[in-house]
């Protein structure tokens, strides 16, 4: 039976989570960090829900060292609130599945876990070694494949191009200025396994075309680099887009180096195992979905996958 | 604005003020200098007898040509008998010496005339001799003259009367200037009478010349007033002096005025141009001063006037930010407060949601198996009555409903629900408290000043921090028993929010903040200690500096110390700062007994 451990220091919410998924599955509970680490390494659990207000340790701290102590473990975030600085960590370093809001709608939370459970049944053998931002930047992913990985870096200003160029530049780098340059160079160029790209696009928001992403290109990792951080983009990038990275601009070049590095590595392992992309399957948007399930039919290409996207957003 | 009305009357005031002082000036000194000339010109060095002297000379000028006629007369009245010839070597050098005189007659009484002695003999002129002008001048000729009896009854009356005017009448020269350009005077002598016609604008010019001098203009005047010579300066009006000249035989007067220029002054005539000249200057000089400093004074009252306006609105301007500054910050710091409070909600919100919905669930079944139970119970009553068949069936069904049943309690049953409802009223309860606690911070429609027992505020400050707190630190309590003091409570809040903020966010990791509270005898001590980062020597003293902060840009308005510790200050206290790096920071607020000011 698959096991889901539930997380929070208040133990009416436990109550209530216990009642819903301990029908369907073995339910563990604790109400610190602490104590849930301690749960982990007694027992295997395959989905992980944690709030983030605790005493002690913060819950994006503990779905950081579950996803370095127990990576094959999906992490899900259920907060009250939680500020941007976390917000951000829930990406960059719990690199969490799904991040759900308090107060939930059981259906939803329910689809969410089981969506979560069914990717944890995939084998975790070939999930690489994750990386972590003391990194030093100066190390390279070696190997034949990793060489050939291009990035294509998706902005109206060309300044993240340069940065990327500065950073990385004895890879193939493709750089476009608009949706449809993206989308002509994906289709043409299949060497492209990262995607560095800022969360406005002129008119547009990546977050649709993201989510499209994960159905047509599920290896393609991305990295969002966004002039204006703001935690609601942010929390809609992981549930719809899950994304690789999100950082402020500038970004400081090592740490575009380290998650460039990151990226070429998770890409490189989705490319191996295919079925490991179950693991950063996203909620689309029933638009969206709908597109890209019609889009899939219909062959039309990219750039009307993407049009047609965009055009649902505007 | 007053600013706009000011200079232009000033400047108004400025301009007449010039003006009137230059007009005042430059008269006063045109007066001066006037009335300095004048000095001179009223005491002329008058010798004595200066005012007859002109008389004097006039009359000696023709003292010599009447002398001269004198002695023609005796002369003539001695010889009994004399022919053309002999009176014409006579008359003609007395003729010839004086220019104005025009002809010589001789007259002597006709002794053939017999003559009652009522009337007076016919007198006939026996000579006549003529200046070479004479002619020219009108007078009948000489023939016509000669033999003629001039003892007409006006003319022998005036001869008889002894008037020098011989009425020329006579002559029928009575028209025209010709009888008033003659002046006949008559010579008597013992036996004839000697007749001179003089050419009175002659003797007149020369009379004046005789008489001129530098003192007084002259005048001449026939006794009528009628002018006979006059020099240009003698002016109209009173005379200083009229003098009587004789000449021959006759009389005119002689007019004197004082002449205009100061030349016998010792004072140079351009002195008081010079004076009138100078103070026009310098009062023109100290017009434009003057002129000067009322405008001068006039700018600066402007100038100040706008730097005083400037600075008013500088100061607005100061203190229209300094507002906004703590209005930011007070939005910061609720940004803080609604962080933590929106978890504290979300929270017992999540499981009331959750289990509502659960319930809404169950009851969704729970409905259809009561109804199905009712009717099994009502098909059971006719038990009795049913046929084995139905019996059979009726088993049936009970047996699924004993399953559901099975199943319900299974998942929980009533009891789970009974527990559902329950936590949830409790998180009700949660909820509620949650907002009293927000409105015990802020102080909502209460009192803002009140006696307040401060380790309430504490205990409330704590609460609505908690979510900031704890999952950095845990919470030590070490309250002791306080007075109430008389405080602003939303106040002391909010600066204890910030203190309590501050520490947690010190604290890398998990720590612990100690929170004390102590009454002395000057008033209570609050203490709020974190086993955090510390603050380095070199910022200690500048963390209440407005807009200090070690933060990162963006995080936090710097201005939290600063106004806690205006609010301290306030309330007659202060707030002290210890720290060590590596082991922690200690603030301490005093707050004296005395009433809140």
Known sequence: ?314 | MQTDAAPPTRAWLASLVALLTLLFGAGGSALIGWQLSRLGAEQPEMPTGALEAPALKATAATAEARARLQGLRDVLGSLTEIDERQYAALADPVLASEPGLLALLWLTPDPADPTSPETAPAIRVRHALYGAPTLAQGLPPRSELLGRDLAGESTLAALRAGSETVGLLDFGYAEGHASRLYRVARIDGSSGHLLAIFHLPTIAERLLDAARNATFALRLERDTGEALAAEPDAGSGEPAARQTVSWYGGAVQLSLWPRAATTTSGLPPALPWAIGAGGGLLSLGLAGLLWRMLSNSARMAQLMQRRTAELVEAYDRARDSELMAMQAEKLSALGQMVAGVAHEINTPLGYISSNLQLLHDKLASLGPLLDRDRKLLETGMALPRLTPEQRLQWWHAAKAQHDAHTQLTAEGGVADLDAVTVESLEGLTRLADLVQTLKNFARVDRAPVDHVQLNDCIRDTLKIAHNVVKHRAEVELDLGELPELRVNPSQINQVLLNLVTNAAQAIEGYGKVRIQSRAGEDGITISVEDNGSGIPAAHLHRIFEPFFSTKPQGEGTGLGLPIARKIIAEHGGDIEVHSTVGEGTRFVVRLPMLPAA
């Open chain 1, 1 to 314: 039976m698959p096991r889901l451990l539930c997380v929070d220091d208040e133990p009416l919410v436990l109550n209530a989570l216990m009642r819903l998924f301990r029908q369907h599955y073995e339910v563990g509970i604790a109400t610190s960090g602490a104590q849930a680490l301690q749960l982990m390494s007694t027992l295997p659990f395959d989905v992980v829900i944690s709030d983030q207000r605790m005493p002690g340790m913060s819950g994006v701290e503990l779905l950081g060292q579950i996803r370095e102590k127990h990576p094959q473990a999906m992490r899900i975030l259920l907060t009250g609130y939680a500020d941007l600085q976390a917000t951000l960590d829930a990406v960059n370093r719990g690199e969490v599945f799904r991040y759900v809001t308090k107060p939930w709608n059981n259906d939803q939370l329910r689809q969410v876990v089981q969506q979560a459970m069914d990717a944890a049944r995939t084998p975790p053998t070939s999930l690489g070694r994750p990386t972590t931002p003391v990194r030093p930047a100066l190390s390279v992913v070696s190997g034949d494949a990793a060489a050939q990985v291009g990035i294509l870096v998706l902005d109206s200003d060309p300044a993240l191009a340069d940065m990327v160029r500065q950073v990385a530049g004895q890879r193939r780098i493709v750089t476009a200025a608009t949706l449809d340059e993206a989308a002509t160079a994906l289709e043409t160029d299949a060497g492209l396994g990262v995607l560095v790209t800022e969360a406005r696009v002129g008119r547009d928001e990546l977050v649709g075309i993201l989510s499209a992403l994960r159905e047509a290109r599920p290896a393609l990792t991305s990295i969002v680099a966004a002039r204006h951080t703001d935690a609601e983009q942010v929390i809609r990038l992981i549930n719809q887009g899950q994304i690789y990275r999100y950082i402020g601009k500038p970004v400081p070049a090592d740490r575009l180096a380290t998650e460039l590095n990151g990226a070429i590595r998770r890409h490189l392992s989705l490319r191996a195992a295919p079925q490991l992309t179950a693991r950063h399957r996203v909620e689309a948007p029933a638009p969206v979905a709908t597109v890209v399930a019609a889009a899939s039919t219909q062959p039309g290409g990219l750039r009307q996958l993407f049009a047609r996207v965009a055009g649902l957003f505007r």
